[in-house]
């Protein structure tokens, strides 16, 4: 219920159900509703304010719709027992950044940005979306949820264990079927400062780059990594997480490989990698954003052990219609140090590029020395630009 630091998902999530389950019953006292709407307002609140102005679930797409689209249901359920109480908190700049958050970051059909433990498939758009959508007065948002939700062949919800969710699915499904959608949505390019998420499209590539820290909820050492997706197909990808289980939410956490900053797409020092904690993050320098290009510079020495390197230093450079420039520069040299790109399909080493399989290669351009590893992948011993 919130008061004692940050919460997640799981606030508005249960806060939602029980606001069904008590404010549907016929014979509950007049007080116990108040008593439930203060403290159900208490908690939406302290989740709300967690969340910086820019509306950015630091959780990822795969929990947005058990953190923003529960916060909506919970304030439908308040807003419909007081009479349209509540529909003045949908004016509310946060809350609209909240509700737009998951087309920002949808890639194409099934594929959205993902970091931390989410995964790169979180569902299909639907009836709580085009709500929400809706109700903030975003026509793009409710286009795109319309769209979406044709695809998927199980829109009605039928073995959705939420009674609430398959209610609202039947009265609404002739209202977002008929929407127009002849017109694509947009998505535009956009900076979230308070998480450190930066996405920018041209009609070939959707880049994602992840500063902020390595606190997130369900974080990963993540900090500095990037992930591509080429003709709306995964490229250079965030792996997400295993199956969970005691381990993963455990001290040993950081033992399983999905959450270590090696399988990350940025550089390991020797055996250095990063650790966990708000301390341990990018700075970033500078964040550019035009109809041309996007680019990020950022110091990232400080996601790493204190004394590891003195500066390490990413920039990235998406010129729309033409390439993205990757250019990692550190201090002192570290023997050892690599860089490590997760790809979705195998790699070929072929005249100084990495020419993935399915299309797409990774130029390189060194200021040092390339030996070759025992499976043909080369071993960089210094540091370059990398050409996508």
């Known amino acids: 219920m919130g008061g004692w630091g940050n919460v997640n998902n799981w606030t508005p999530w249960i806060t939602q159900n029980v606001l069904i389950a008590l404010l549907s019953r016929e014979n509950i006292a007049d007080n116990d ?10 908690s939406l609140d302290y989740f709300v304010d967690g969340y910086g102005e820019d509306g950015c679930c630091d959780e990822g797409a ?17 807003d419909a027992v007081t009479e349209d109480a509540f529909l003045a908190v949908y004016s509310n700049n946060k809350i609209r950044n909240i509700a737009s958050y998951i087309m920002n970051v949808h890639v194409d059909d099934r594929y959205y940005i993902n970091f931390a433990d989410c995964s790169p498939v979180a569902g299909r758009a639907g009836i709580r979306e085009f709500l929400f959508a809706k109700r903030t007065e975003n026509e793009d948002m409710m286009r795109w949820a319309a769209i979406d939700h044709k695809l998927d062949s199980t829109r009605l919800q039928p073995t959705v264990y939420n009674l609430f969710y398959r209610l609202q699915s039947i009265f609404h499904e002739e209202e977002i079927a008929a929407y127009d959608t002849s017109v694509p949505p947009v998505k535009h390019d956009i900076w979230y400062e308070s998480v450190g998420l930066l996405i920018a499209r041209d009609d ?4 994602a780059v992840k500063a902020g820290c390595n606190a997130d909820s369900h974080n990963h050492n993540d ?7 080429r003709n709306n197909l995964p490229f250079l990808i965030d792996v997400g997480v295993e199956t969970y289980s005691a381990r993963t939410f455990s001290l040993q956490r950081y033992e399983i490989w999905t959450m270590q900053s090696r399988y990350h797409n940025v550089l390991t020092f020797d055996n250095a990698v990063q650790l966990p904690g ?7 320098k500078d964040v550019g954003l035009s109809e041309t290009g996007t680019s990020i510079t950022m110091e990232l020495a400080k996601a790493y052990p204190a004394g590891t390197v003195q500066s390490y230093t990413r920039n990235v450079e998406f010129r729309k219609g033409q390439q993205i420039t990757v250019t990692d520069t550190f201090s002192p040299w570290i023997k050892g140090t690599c860089l490590t790109l997760m790809t979705l399909r195998k790699p070929e080493w072929e005249d100084g590029r990495l020419v993935v399989e399915g299309g797409g290669q990774i130029a390189f351009s060194t200021a040092g020395k390339i030996t070759s590893s025992s499976n043909g ?12």
Do not use: D, K, W
């Open 377 to 388: 992948i080369p071993n960089f011993e210094s540091f370059f630009p990398v050409t996508i």
């Open 278 to 284: 708000a301390e341990y993050r990018a700075e970033v």
């Open 204 to 207: 070939r590539f959707c880049l």
């Open 62 to 78: 795969g929990y947005y719709r058990a953190a923003g689209l529960c916060l909506f249901n919970a304030m439908e359920v308040l």
């Open 33 to 42: 509703i108040h008593e439930t709407i203060l403290q159900a307002c208490r």
């Open 223 to 229: 900090t500095g990594s990037i992930t591509l997706y």
